[in-house]
T-cell receptor
Protein backbone atom coordinates (compact mmCIF):
# COMPACT_ATOMS: atom_id res chain seq x y z
CA UNK A 1 0.00 0.00 0.00
CA UNK A 2 1.19 3.51 -0.70
CA UNK A 3 -0.05 7.01 0.01
CA UNK A 4 0.98 10.63 -0.33
CA UNK A 5 0.25 13.60 1.91
CA UNK A 6 0.77 17.12 0.66
CA UNK A 7 0.81 19.59 3.53
CA UNK A 8 -0.94 22.81 2.63
CA UNK A 9 -3.58 22.87 -0.07
CA UNK A 10 -2.74 26.51 -0.78
CA UNK A 11 0.65 28.21 -0.59
CA UNK A 12 1.34 31.88 -1.34
CA UNK A 13 4.78 33.37 -1.88
CA UNK A 14 6.05 36.69 -3.14
CA UNK A 15 7.81 36.89 -6.47
CA UNK A 16 11.50 36.20 -5.88
CA UNK A 17 10.92 34.34 -2.61
CA UNK A 18 11.70 30.72 -1.87
CA UNK A 19 9.11 28.16 -2.90
CA UNK A 20 8.69 25.13 -0.60
CA UNK A 21 5.95 22.60 -1.26
CA UNK A 22 5.79 19.70 1.16
CA UNK A 23 5.22 16.04 0.36
CA UNK A 24 5.35 13.04 2.67
CA UNK A 25 4.85 9.52 1.45
CA UNK A 26 4.12 6.07 2.74
CA UNK A 27 5.22 2.99 0.86
CA UNK A 28 5.80 -0.65 1.72
CA UNK A 29 8.50 -0.94 -0.96
CA UNK A 30 11.31 1.42 -2.00
CA UNK A 31 9.39 4.23 -3.64
CA UNK A 32 9.66 6.09 -6.87
CA UNK A 33 8.52 9.68 -6.37
CA UNK A 34 7.29 12.27 -8.81
CA UNK A 35 6.31 15.92 -8.88
CA UNK A 36 3.93 17.13 -11.55
CA UNK A 37 2.63 20.63 -12.34
CA UNK A 38 -0.79 21.47 -13.72
CA UNK A 39 -1.88 24.77 -15.22
CA UNK A 40 -5.62 25.57 -15.33
CA UNK A 41 -7.65 23.27 -17.56
CA UNK A 42 -4.56 21.43 -18.76
CA UNK A 43 -2.95 18.06 -18.26
CA UNK A 44 -0.08 17.32 -15.91
CA UNK A 45 3.54 17.95 -16.81
CA UNK A 46 6.42 16.13 -15.13
CA UNK A 47 8.71 18.42 -13.12
CA UNK A 48 11.07 15.77 -11.77
CA UNK A 49 11.25 12.23 -10.45
CA UNK A 50 13.27 10.25 -7.92
CA UNK A 51 14.41 6.79 -8.94
CA UNK A 52 17.08 6.13 -6.28
CA UNK A 53 20.01 7.31 -8.43
CA UNK A 54 20.52 10.47 -6.36
CA UNK A 55 18.69 11.91 -3.36
CA UNK A 56 18.75 15.48 -4.71
CA UNK A 57 16.82 15.62 -7.95
CA UNK A 58 16.87 18.57 -10.29
CA UNK A 59 13.95 19.20 -12.59
CA UNK A 60 12.68 21.67 -15.11
CA UNK A 61 12.05 25.39 -14.54
CA UNK A 62 14.58 25.59 -11.70
CA UNK A 63 12.76 23.20 -9.36
CA UNK A 64 14.46 20.54 -7.28
CA UNK A 65 13.46 18.03 -4.63
CA UNK A 66 15.34 16.07 -2.00
CA UNK A 67 14.48 12.51 -1.04
CA UNK A 68 14.83 11.96 2.73
CA UNK A 69 14.15 8.37 3.64
CA UNK A 70 14.35 8.96 7.40
CA UNK A 71 11.65 11.62 7.15
CA UNK A 72 9.70 9.89 4.35
CA UNK A 73 9.65 13.22 2.58
CA UNK A 74 10.17 14.55 -0.92
CA UNK A 75 9.70 18.31 -0.65
CA UNK A 76 9.81 20.50 -3.76
CA UNK A 77 11.79 23.75 -3.73
CA UNK A 78 12.72 26.62 -5.99
CA UNK A 79 15.05 29.40 -4.79
CA UNK A 80 13.20 32.27 -6.44
CA UNK A 81 9.53 32.23 -7.43
CA UNK A 82 8.38 33.61 -10.73
CA UNK A 83 4.86 34.66 -11.67
CA UNK A 84 4.76 31.85 -14.22
CA UNK A 85 5.18 29.29 -11.39
CA UNK A 86 1.58 29.88 -10.28
CA UNK A 87 -0.12 26.52 -10.79
CA UNK A 88 -1.19 23.40 -8.96
CA UNK A 89 1.49 20.92 -7.96
CA UNK A 90 1.02 17.23 -7.35
CA UNK A 91 3.31 14.80 -5.60
CA UNK A 92 2.93 11.12 -6.53
CA UNK A 93 4.41 7.80 -5.44
CA UNK A 94 4.81 4.59 -7.39
CA UNK A 95 5.78 1.12 -6.26
CA UNK A 96 6.61 -1.93 -8.29
CA UNK A 97 3.14 -2.12 -9.82
CA UNK A 98 3.73 0.94 -11.98
CA UNK A 99 0.63 2.63 -10.59
CA UNK A 100 0.81 6.21 -9.39
CA UNK A 101 -0.86 7.36 -6.20
CA UNK A 102 -1.31 11.12 -6.11
CA UNK A 103 -1.52 13.60 -3.29
CA UNK A 104 -4.43 16.03 -3.18
CA UNK A 105 -2.37 18.85 -4.67
CA UNK A 106 -1.01 22.24 -3.59
CA UNK A 107 -2.16 25.41 -5.31
CA UNK A 108 0.75 27.84 -5.54
CA UNK A 109 0.01 31.56 -5.77
CA UNK A 110 2.81 33.99 -6.58
CA UNK A 111 2.23 37.55 -5.40
CA UNK A 112 3.77 40.50 -7.25
CA UNK B 1 4.78 15.79 -32.92
CA UNK B 2 4.50 12.90 -30.49
CA UNK B 3 1.95 13.14 -27.75
CA UNK B 4 -1.40 12.29 -26.28
CA UNK B 5 -4.64 13.73 -27.57
CA UNK B 6 -7.98 13.73 -25.83
CA UNK B 7 -11.25 14.73 -27.37
CA UNK B 8 -13.46 16.54 -26.92
CA UNK B 9 -12.04 19.16 -24.57
CA UNK B 10 -15.50 19.95 -23.17
CA UNK B 11 -18.42 17.53 -23.11
CA UNK B 12 -21.95 17.96 -21.90
CA UNK B 13 -24.23 15.06 -21.18
CA UNK B 14 -27.77 14.63 -20.01
CA UNK B 15 -28.44 12.36 -17.08
CA UNK B 16 -29.01 8.76 -18.13
CA UNK B 17 -26.83 8.95 -21.23
CA UNK B 18 -23.62 7.07 -21.85
CA UNK B 19 -20.72 9.06 -23.26
CA UNK B 20 -17.32 8.02 -24.61
CA UNK B 21 -14.12 9.99 -24.12
CA UNK B 22 -11.35 9.53 -26.63
CA UNK B 23 -7.65 9.08 -25.85
CA UNK B 24 -5.03 8.53 -28.54
CA UNK B 25 -1.24 8.41 -28.25
CA UNK B 26 1.49 8.21 -30.87
CA UNK B 27 4.34 7.65 -28.43
CA UNK B 28 4.38 3.88 -29.01
CA UNK B 29 3.68 3.36 -25.31
CA UNK B 30 2.39 0.04 -24.05
CA UNK B 31 0.67 1.31 -20.91
CA UNK B 32 -2.31 3.67 -20.78
CA UNK B 33 -4.31 5.07 -17.88
CA UNK B 34 -7.52 6.95 -17.12
CA UNK B 35 -7.81 9.26 -14.13
CA UNK B 36 -10.60 11.33 -12.71
CA UNK B 37 -9.81 14.69 -11.10
CA UNK B 38 -12.12 16.46 -8.66
CA UNK B 39 -11.27 19.69 -6.83
CA UNK B 40 -9.24 19.05 -3.70
CA UNK B 41 -8.97 15.30 -4.30
CA UNK B 42 -6.02 14.92 -6.60
CA UNK B 43 -6.20 12.28 -9.31
CA UNK B 44 -7.87 8.90 -8.86
CA UNK B 45 -7.22 5.93 -11.11
CA UNK B 46 -10.24 4.60 -13.01
CA UNK B 47 -8.77 1.95 -15.34
CA UNK B 48 -5.38 1.06 -16.73
CA UNK B 49 -4.02 -1.14 -19.48
CA UNK B 50 -0.49 -2.55 -19.70
CA UNK B 51 -0.98 -4.20 -23.09
CA UNK B 52 -3.42 -4.41 -25.96
CA UNK B 53 -6.60 -6.40 -25.26
CA UNK B 54 -5.99 -6.33 -21.51
CA UNK B 55 -7.02 -3.84 -18.83
CA UNK B 56 -7.55 -3.70 -15.07
CA UNK B 57 -9.82 -1.78 -12.74
CA UNK B 58 -8.36 1.04 -10.73
CA UNK B 59 -9.64 2.50 -7.49
CA UNK B 60 -12.91 3.94 -8.83
CA UNK B 61 -13.97 1.77 -11.81
CA UNK B 62 -17.67 1.52 -10.96
CA UNK B 63 -19.80 3.16 -13.63
CA UNK B 64 -17.00 3.22 -16.20
CA UNK B 65 -15.86 0.90 -18.97
CA UNK B 66 -12.85 0.82 -21.31
CA UNK B 67 -11.48 -1.07 -24.28
CA UNK B 68 -7.96 -1.50 -25.65
CA UNK B 69 -8.25 -2.89 -29.15
CA UNK B 70 -5.32 -0.90 -30.51
CA UNK B 71 -2.03 0.08 -28.89
CA UNK B 72 -2.57 3.77 -29.56
CA UNK B 73 -6.18 4.06 -28.37
CA UNK B 74 -7.83 3.69 -24.96
CA UNK B 75 -11.39 5.07 -24.97
CA UNK B 76 -13.32 5.53 -21.73
CA UNK B 77 -17.10 5.19 -21.56
CA UNK B 78 -18.91 6.91 -18.71
CA UNK B 79 -22.13 4.98 -18.24
CA UNK B 80 -25.42 6.04 -16.73
CA UNK B 81 -24.47 3.93 -13.70
CA UNK B 82 -21.85 6.49 -12.68
CA UNK B 83 -23.58 8.48 -9.95
CA UNK B 84 -21.58 11.67 -10.13
CA UNK B 85 -19.78 11.86 -13.49
CA UNK B 86 -19.13 15.60 -13.61
CA UNK B 87 -15.33 15.88 -13.41
CA UNK B 88 -12.11 16.48 -15.33
CA UNK B 89 -10.85 13.29 -16.98
CA UNK B 90 -7.19 12.76 -17.76
CA UNK B 91 -5.61 10.10 -19.91
CA UNK B 92 -1.95 9.15 -19.56
CA UNK B 93 0.49 6.76 -21.16
CA UNK B 94 3.85 5.24 -20.24
CA UNK B 95 6.43 2.96 -21.81
CA UNK B 96 5.27 0.12 -19.62
CA UNK B 97 8.76 -1.24 -19.06
CA UNK B 98 10.74 -1.68 -15.91
CA UNK B 99 9.39 -1.13 -12.44
CA UNK B 100 7.56 1.82 -11.00
CA UNK B 101 9.97 4.42 -12.34
CA UNK B 102 8.03 4.73 -15.59
CA UNK B 103 7.07 8.32 -16.28
CA UNK B 104 3.42 8.83 -17.13
CA UNK B 105 2.71 11.45 -19.79
CA UNK B 106 -0.64 13.16 -19.67
CA UNK B 107 -3.08 14.39 -22.25
CA UNK B 108 -4.81 17.80 -22.03
CA UNK B 109 -7.95 16.39 -20.42
CA UNK B 110 -11.70 16.35 -21.07
CA UNK B 111 -14.08 18.25 -18.84
CA UNK B 112 -17.38 16.40 -18.58
CA UNK B 113 -20.46 18.15 -17.26
CA UNK B 114 -23.74 16.39 -16.64
CA UNK B 115 -26.74 18.63 -17.09
Amino acid sequence: AQSVTQLGSHVSVSEGALVLLRCNYSSSVPPYLFWYVQYPNQGLQLLLKYTSAATLVKGINGFEAEFKKSETSFHLTKPSAHMSDAAEYFCAVSGSARQLTFGSGTQLTVLP
Amino acid sequence: DGGITQSPKYLFRKEGQNVTLSCEQNLNHDAMYWYRQDPGQGLRLIYYSQIVNDFQKGDIAEGYSVSREKKESFPLTVTSAQKNPTAFYLCASALGQGQGSDTQYFGPGTRLTVL
